[in-house]
C-alpha cells in the first residue's frame, strides 16, 4: 500500500457541524466524504439519522451510507470491510477521503481493527430475550451493567442488539467486550491519519440541538416515518430504535403528544451527545477547534492544522 496515503477523520458530537467542515474541506482538498454512523448505514431511514442531502453535498461524493436494509443486521466488523474498500478506491482515484465519525464503535473499528469475539450463539440470545420478555428495555441493560459496566454506559438501553452483544460476549468469553477489544487487532495500515475534533461550547451545542430536531420536524420527518410504516417495515426493526424514530412512531400510533415528543427527543439528543464527547475526548492524537463545523473560522483552523501537518500531499492541493 502507497505509504504516502492520507485520512483525514473529524469526530464530535451530533450537531457539531461534521458533515459541513467535511464538505468544506473536501472541496478545498479535492476530497470525497466517508459516513462513519450506524444509523446512517440503513436505507429510507434518512431525515432523523442527519444524512446529508444530495442538494446539500454541493458535488462532494459521500460513501457508506444507505448499504443495508432495515431488517438486516449491519457489523461493526462489516462497516470496517466495506471502509477500507472504498479508502482504497478514493485514493487511487488521487482523492483525499475524509471520515466524519459519529459512531466511536465504527471509527475503533476502523483504525484499531477488530478483536477476535466469540461468535452469535442463538441459544444464549433466545434465553435472553425469554427472560426480558414483558419487561421492558431497561432490563437487559440492567443486567449489562452488573456484568460490563463500561459497555453499558455507551449502549443505550433501547438499543437491544447491542446490549443482547455484550452480554453474549461477556457470557461467552469471561470477559468484558470492553477489555476482550483491547486485545488481538490489526489496525490500519498504509495511512497517516490526521483527527479534526469539533467541540462547541456546551450550551451553544444544546441550542443548536433543539435547533436541529425543529429544522427535522420542519423537513418532513414526520411524514418520513409515517411512510416508512405504511410500506411495511416493521415498527420492531432497528433503525426505528433510533434517536426519535421510536417517538415520533408512538406520536402516530395515538401513544404519544407531538410537543412531548419533541421534549423527549431532544433530551435524549442532548444525552448522547453527552456520550459521544465522552468517547471522543479519549481518542488520541486530536487536533480540537471549539467551534462549529459550519463556521468559516473553525474551517480556516483545520485547514491550517492539516496543512501544519503537512498531512496533504501536493497532488491534493
Not at 470491510?81 to 483525499?96: F, G, H, N, P, Y
Not at 461467552?172 to 490489526?186: C, D, Y
Not at 487536533?287 to 483552523?301: K, N, P
Request: glycine share 10%; hydrophobic share 40%; charged share 25%.
Amino acid at each position: 500500500m502507497n505509504a504516502q496515503r492520507r485520512l483525514v477523520v473529524i469526530v464530535g458530537p451530533t450537531a457539531s457541524g461534521k458533515s459541513a467542515l467535511a464538505i468544506a474541506l473536501a472541496e478545498q482538498l479535492g476530497g470525497e466524504v466517508i459516513a462513519c454512523d450506524s444509523t446512517q448505514v440503513y436505507r429510507y431511514f434518512d431525515i432523523g439519522t442527519g444524512k446529508v442531502p444530495e442538494t446539500e453535498q454541493h458535488g462532494i461524493p459521500h460513501h457508506l451510507v444507505d448499504l443495508a436494509e432495515p431488517n438486516e443486521i449491519f457489523t461493526a466488523g462489516e462497516y470496517r470491510r466495506r471502509a477500507l474498500e472504498t479508502l482504497d478506491t478514493i485514493c487511487t482515484r488521487e482523492k483525499l477521503p475524509i471520515l466524519t465519525a459519529g459512531t466511536g464503535l465504527y471509527l475503533r473499528a476502523l483504525l484499531e481493527g477488530l478483536a477476535d469475539a466469540p461468535t452469535r450463539s442463538e441459544k444464549v440470545r433466545g434465553r435472553l430475550r425469554q427472560r426480558s420478555a414483558g419487561r421492558g428495555p431497561d432490563y437487559l441493560h440492567r443486567i449489562l451493567a452488573r456484568l460490563d459496566r463500561e459497555s453499558a454506559s455507551r449502549i443505550e438501553p433501547a438499543d437491544a442488539q447491542k446490549v443482547i452483544r455484550a452480554i453474549e460476549i461477556r457470557l461467552l468469553s469471561g470477559e468484558p467486550a470492553s477489555t476482550l477489544h483491547q486485545r488481538g487487532r490489526a489496525g490500519l495500515e498504509g495511512y497517516r491519519v490526521i483527527k479534526i475534533g469539533l467541540m462547541p461550547p456546551r450550551a451553544a451545542l444544546y441550542q443548536r440541538i433543539e435547533q436541529r430536531v425543529n429544522l427535522m420536524l420542519e423537513s418532513g420527518w414526520l411524514g418520513e416515518v409515517k411512510r416508512l410504516l405504511s410500506q411495511g417495515i416493521a415498527p420492531t426493526t432497528k433503525p426505528f430504535g433510533f434517536l426519535g424514530y421510536a417517538q415520533l412512531r408512538d406520536v402516530l400510533g395515538g401513544k404519544m403528544e407531538l410537543g412531548e415528543a419533541v421534549r423527549q427527543i431532544q433530551q435524549a439528543t442532548r444525552r448522547y451527545a453527552k456520550r459521544q464527547i465522552t468517547w471522543f475526548r479519549k481518542e488520541p492524537d486530536v487536533l480540537w477547534i471549539e467551534s462549529f463545523g459550519d463556521d468559516s473560522v473553525a474551517q480556516a483552523e483545520a485547514y491550517r492544522l492539516i496543512a501544519a501537518g503537512n498531512q496533504i500531499h501536493t497532488q491534493w492541493h
